[in-house]
């Protein structure tokens, strides 16, 4: 069989290794928090790694002060107001991590999946986690569940569907994304970007919305990081959600297939990495609407997005 899955503990949590054997291709899955934190490919005969990943050889550990890598973006992404919002007449405060005087990234990228199904065949091997989220924090108090499905395929190519199903007796407010870290082999300073952007959010200086959203076609053609330091959420061309980054020895290509019509991106100092963010909504979405999905009672949400890399010769 072309296709394997491994699954070993670590600490309290396991990971799941989902590997081409044929290609030398491998991810790695954890199932706290549900995240992608390493994806091996075959690159001029040596093995690497596309994540910047997490150290979870002594545990868990300061995975908020270490900048979320690969973290699962639920029930809100980026930054949260003060960590308040209202929901039907009544406020609510968040209880879980705040950066400076704002909730971010949501309530649960540190959550303990379980493993519902595996498999694997000539034509890949998937995962699928399970979590039941039941109201723990005060300022979301609302049931629900994700089932996340992680699927190595064939050329390269990993895709990760989340479905959310409220289990709440009310509506209750969502957004969704991911927060992955890809490397390149080298600084991303000589990478070119492009996506088909239909705007830019329009941030102030605590990095929240202002609510407008601006012409910026910067990277609308293949264009080189260089020296920008980006921190940037942009609305995506509604026929086009793909966005490609591209060196003389890697192609990466992220395709947003499903209710992932924003793209945050982000490059951290050492520009070793570049975080490319698919999310539901823009940051803040809880009070100012941008993007702001609605949950009836029982009802799902289905997002889905991909990634896969071609290796140059």
Same mark, same amino acid.
């Given at each position: ?25 491998? !991810? ?22 596309? %994540? ?8 868990? =550990? ?9 973290? $699962? ?17 009544? $406020?609510?405060? !968040? ?5 400076? $005087?704002h909730a971010i990234h949501g309530i649960v990228y540190d959550a303990l999946y379980t493993i519902q199904s ?5 034509? =890949?091997?998937? /995962? ?16 629900f569940n994700l089932h996340i499905k992680w699927h190595l395929q064939k050329n390269n190519k990993v895709s ?22 890809? +490397? ?26 202002? =609510?407008?959203? %601006?012409?910026?076609? +910067? ?30 020895? !890697? ?42 999905? +609605? ?6 949400? /289905?997002? $889905?997005?991909?990634?896969? /890399?071609? %290796?140059?010769?």
């Amino acid at each position: 069989m072309a296709f394997e899955i491994q699954v070993s503990p670590l600490f309290d949590f396991e990971k799941v290794r989902l590997i081409d054997a044929e290609m030398g291709v491998a !991810i790695e899955i954890t199932t706290k928090g549900a995240l992608m934190n390493s994806w091996q490919v075959k690159h001029q005969n040596k093995s690497l790694n596309l %994540i910047e990943g997490n150290d979870f050889d002594n545990g868990w =550990g300061p995975f908020e002060q270490n900048g979320f890598k690969g973290a $699962k973006l639920a029930p809100f992404a980026c930054r949260l107001e003060d960590g308040q919002f209202d929901q039907a007449g009544e $406020k609510y405060s !968040i209880d879980k991590f705040y950066y400076d $005087k704002h909730a971010i990234h949501g309530i649960v990228y540190d959550a303990l999946y379980t493993i519902q199904s595996t498999q694997a065949d000539e034509q =890949g091997a998937y /995962v699928i986690l399970k979590y039941a989220y039941l109201g723990t924090d005060k300022g979301y108090p609302f049931h629900f569940n994700l089932h996340i499905k992680w699927h190595l395929q064939k050329n390269n190519k990993v895709s990760v569907e989340t479905v959310i199903t409220n289990y709440s007796a009310v509506t209750i407010p969502m957004m969704d994304g991911w927060h992955p870290y890809f +490397t390149m082999g080298g600084l991303i300073n000589e990478c070119s970007l492009v996506f088909k952007s239909k705007g830019k959010v329009v941030f102030n200086d605590q990095l929240l919305p202002t =609510g407008q959203i %601006i012409e910026d076609l +910067t990277f609308n053609t293949p264009t080189k990081i260089g020296a920008r330091t980006l921190d940037n959420c942009f609305l995506l061309v509604p026929d086009n959600h793909e966005c490609i980054v591209e060196n003389e020895q !890697i192609k990466l290509v992220v395709q947003a297939g499903l209710n992932y019509p924003y793209l945050q991106l982000y490059t951290p100092p050492n520009k070793k990495s570049i975080a490319i963010e698919n999310l539901s909504g823009a940051p803040n979405c809880f009070n100012n609407k941008m993007g702001l999905l +609605t949950m009836k009672p029982h009802e799902n949400l /289905v997002f $889905k997005t991909s990634y896969q /890399v071609f %290796i140059k010769l």
